[in-house]
């Protein structure tokens, strides 16, 4: 289908892009991470316990500088033995607390972290399969890829380790600060004026590390689409010898995407050495003034053992805190690529109120003085004033030149896309006013180049229907002519077919079609130059497998051989998108117009003066 995929380049969805896009770089980033959060809100059960875990993790730390002051103070005399003894197992007893709270953390916030992310997937690639087909005509599927793996791993962290690190940092921070200004007022004054000189530039820095970070997986995401593109492509690589070239290509995109992500990383590095530098130095001017009150006597040795454990662990926290910024600010960005996904809404819908098909259904379709232009081509219409009615039952087929608007029929019959004038009736009902979903139902099409994909067999003759069971896919494949060869297969039935059905010949992929057509039992056929890249005995297998497949059906056949079409009740001969003649072959054999003029060419003189 030539002119679907090269008419349709997806203006419709650039548009969409950059709607989805605008908003999240005038916001903050943190809007895009926010709206993770209804994802890990379905799991409260089990943040709650791990909220539970990590307090009791962090409050066990914090009980062992108190216990370490008092040990100190009291405990190294001659007659404090048993006192030391008493201390020390208490120690112990909170060792094993810790121990037991911080796996129990671990593994809660782990698991909280995949289950997210495996939601997000699949919530990511939900969306993309209702989005319509102009969409995909210009977003890289490879970006796709990139984006369903590489940010969603990247995003984990968010809800995960990085989660579960912020929170036991932060309660050690404000735990830490707490006990300082207990221990000490004086000393914790200094320390309190210090953090704002540490944070201020920690949060500043932080939206150019965003950005470096949204860079660099942008730049992974080009080298994972031509990855995906060449990979796809292998054999042409390949019969070009272009291996060197492709390998050469892909290396430059790699090491952009590597220069992307050393600026990053860089930049992360740059501002966590410069956030440990602050904290450091503010607590060793901290212990300075605080080591000359102890030898002053106004201050015991244990109690400033006590306020430099609590320092070290909320400079550590603080610390930990920096890196953890980074790392979420970098997933706000992997967020924000998820969420332009998420943002982007569907051309075609259904509507508020969808007009319900006529059961059992008519087998009907019209086009009523349609006009239709594709968005990248405003300026060049694809179809001009088309109309034309289809009885039930009734074999139609459209030929002509190629560009002349033969295949957006089909795109429009299956509401691929709506057009800017006139009405297309499935059924007698107005295509715009039904659920796309029924209505593309009412249709079965078989491709110039079918879709095959690399599951067995069996799954995909039920593709359309996948809870048909086997003797009904047995039956589509022998009515399809393809039961012979399919269990001459190694596996039968179950035999994988490798990406995009690369084990089969075109004959054989061609006969897939058909069976998967027939298993779906629409009725109406769209043909869509089912025959025209076959061999003779191949075309022959799969022409009678098609006279078959349309008995009894609605057929719109589209082709550029003309006798391929020579038994269907009309044919429509459309240019520059309008249709400029219709009758059967030997009508318009006869009638001197466009019809005759392709004929002669295809046919020869004789057998164009036979049907006159």
Excluded: C
Excluded at 279 to 286: E, L, M, Q, R, T
């Amino acid at each position: 289908m030539r002119e679907m995929t090269d008419s349709g380049t997806g203006a419709d969805a650039q548009d969409m892009q950059q709607r989805s896009d605008g908003p999240s770089r005038k916001r903050p980033n943190f809007d895009a991470l926010r709206a993770m959060l209804p994802f890990a809100m379905r799991y409260r059960g089990r943040m709650a316990a791990a909220l539970v875990a990590l307090t009791v993790a962090a409050a066990a730390t914090l009980t062992l500088p108190i216990a370490i002051r008092r040990l100190i103070d009291l405990g190294f005399s001659p007659d404090s033995g048993g006192l030391v003894n008493v201390y020390f197992l208490a120690l112990g007893a909170v060792a094993l607390v810790l121990s037991l709270a911080s796996a129990a953390r671990y593994y809660l916030v782990i698991t909280l972290g995949e289950r997210v992310v495996a939601d997000v997937r699949s919530a990511v690639f939900r969306h993309l399969t209702r989005l319509d087909p102009s969409f995909f005509d210009s977003v890289k599927s490879g970006e796709i890829v990139s984006r369903l793996t590489a940010d969603t791993t990247q995003i984990k962290a968010s809800f995960g380790a990085s989660a579960s690190l912020a929170l036991r940092n932060l309660f050690l921070f404000l735990g830490g600060v707490g006990l300082m200004v207990v221990t000490s007022p004086k000393l914790s004054l200094m320390v309190l004026i210090a953090i704002p000189i540490i944070v201020l530039p920690l949060v500043a820095s932080g939206r150019g590390v965003s950005r470096r970070s949204r860079a660099a997986q942008d730049r992974l995401a080009d080298a994972s689409a031509y990855a995906v593109e060449a990979i796809g492509a292998s054999r042409t690589m390949q019969a070009f010898g272009a291996e060197t070239a492709t390998a050469g290509r892909f290396e430059a995109a790699s090491e952009e995407a590597y220069t992307a992500a050393r600026l990053s990383t860089g930049a992360r590095a740059l501002l966590t050495g410069f956030a440990m530098f602050l904290i450091s130095a503010s607590v060793v001017g901290v212990l300075w003034y605080g080591a000359h009150d102890v030898l002053s006597g106004t201050m015991t040795a244990g109690r400033l053992s006590q306020f430099l454990l609590y320092a070290v662990l909320a400079a550590s926290a603080l610390g930990e805190l920096s890196q953890v910024w980074t790392e979420v600010v970098q997933a706000a960005g992997a967020a924000g690529r998820l969420g332009d996904l998420l943002a982007t809404k569907p051309a075609i819908v259904a509507p508020a109120a969808p007009v319900a098909l006529p059961e059992p259904p008519l087998a009907t379709l019209a086009f009523e003085n349609v006009a239709f232009a594709y968005p990248s081509r405003r300026a060049a219409p694809a179809l001009r004033g088309v109309s034309f009615a289809i009885a039930a039952g009734e074999r139609v087929a459209i030929v002509g030149p190629s560009g002349a608007g033969k295949s957006t029929v089909f795109q429009l019959a299956l509401r691929f896309y709506d057009p800017q004038a006139g009405v297309v009736r499935v059924d007698g009902v107005e295509a715009a006013r039904a659920d796309p979903e029924a209505l593309r139902r009412r249709f079965a099409l078989v491709a110039q180049d079918p879709v095959v994909f690399g599951t067995s067999v069996a799954d995909n003759i039920r593709y359309g229907r996948p809870e048909a069971g086997d003797a009904e896919v047995t039956r589509a494949a022998e009515f399809a002519a393809a039961d012979a060869f399919i269990r001459a297969l190694p596996q039968g039935y179950e035999t994988p077919l490798g990406e995009r059905g690369v084990t089969l010949s075109g004959g054989q992929r061609q006969r897939i079609a058909i069976a998967r057509a027939v298993l779906m039992d629409a009725p109406i056929l769209l043909l869509d130059e089912a025959t025209s890249a076959l061999d003779a005995e191949s075309e022959q297998l799969v022409q009678a497998a098609l006279d078959r497949l349309m008995r009894g059906r609605t057929t719109l056949v589209v082709a550029h051989r003309l006798a391929t079409v020579l038994s269907a009740d009309r044919i429509l001969v459309m240019d520059e998108g309008r249709v400029v003649e219709e009758g059967t072959h030997g009508q318009l054999a006869r009638a001197g117009g466009l019809y005759q003029r392709l004929a002669r060419l295809q046919f020869g003189d004789m057998t164009v003066r036979a049907a006159e």
